[in-house]
């Protein structure tokens, strides 16, 4: 890591996410003077226009290695706001706050708020008591527990871990919900999943449209909201939107959003997604409590999160937002491959769209007008980085299959 005495007015994390781009852009174009810091050389947001300098911390992003590389390079420099997008990254700045406090203001929402946003359990014990819907489940510390849950919430049933970073010793790793057909997958799902000590919520599957309600909430207000629905995610189950669309807020999941918010008083930048059920009916999944891979969308139908989440930060005045344009169509097409990949090969087992259905719709976006992940005609280098890095990658996986093939 470089030396010097650099003034950085905001220091964006975890480089290699798709917000992280985004937050560089925004910010950047609003005449700010932006770092970005990833664990790794060749990333799409340090060839960025915007980007004054790429910090390079090699360790994992979730270490207390990457902490120290972190702040040692930070602490002869002055900077303004940190803004971090990984759960594991933000659980170590957690862990060190007063550390991180010190050399510079960090865009996270307070300890006690942060402890219900990040844990599904204490999230969803907060909107039922606020008479918010939310999924049937069961908590389980131990695959023993599997049977009564079968019987108490049927199949087919999605398990989650309680928190979706999961620590393991001094590393961890982000978990991702799973979608079980039998009692036999369930026990093992389960297995796997407590072995880092964490319980799991064993919940009913929905299966109606993915929404997301996005705000920036500060001082008791409400400065911007939006929504979006998610056409298909990575994991095809539920994770990362890949392919995805501005709508107008729902009047019942824009007012349960704000009210859950408040009583959390959750400050910053928050997503709250929700699933609806065969009716229409929403329930509510969890709370990102950090800018989202999905913020794109947000910030071209008009909402430029990273821009109010900086304002908060800094705790100068934050703009309001109050309109927003409807029907923005936002792809990652790299992440849309994979996805529609693993529903060809599932061939509708896992409740996705059978195998012609997957393709056809993979292929009909192409049609239909929408702005790519990564790509800006005024800042075009990182979408080359980041197709380059996809080819490179599955390329690998090719070759993987192959090899197993012709064993």
Known sequence: MSAGSSRFDAVVLNASQRQSLMSVRSLGRRGLTVAAAGNERRIPAFASRWCAEGVVCPADEGSDQYLEQLLAWLSPRRAGVLIPAHDGTISVLRRHRARVESVARLALASEAALAIA???????????????????????????????????????????????????????????????????????????LTRSGQAVLYQQYLT????????????????????????????????????????????DIGRQAERLIREIDLEGYSEIEFRRDASGAPYLMEINPRLSASVEVAVRAGVDFPWLLYQWASGGPIDRVTDYRIGTWMRHLGGDVTTTIEMIQDRGRRGGPPPARAAWDFIRAFFTPMGYDYFQWSDPVPAGLATLGFAREFLGRLRSLARKVLR
């Not at 990575?234 to 807020?249: D, F, N, Y």
């Open 208 to 251: 109606g449209a993915r929404e997301a309600v996005s705000v920036l909430y500060a001082r008791g207000e409400m400065y911007a909201r939006f929504a979006q629905f998610a056409q298909r995610t990575h994991p095809p189950l539920g994770g990362q939107s890949v392919l995805r669309c501005s709508m107008p807020v729902p009047d």
């Open 118 to 192: 990040v844990n599904k359990e204490r999230t969803l014990a907060v909107a039922q008591r606020l008479g918010l819907r939310a999924p049937v489940q069961e908590r389980l510390t131990d695959a023993a527990q599997v049977s009564n849950a079968v019987a108490e919430i049927g199949l087919p049933a999605v398990i989650k871990p309680n928190e979706s970073w999961v620590e393991q010793g001094d590393r961890g790793t982000w978990v991702g919900p799973e979608l079980v057909f039998t009692a036999e997958e369930a026990t093992r799902a389960v297995e796997r």
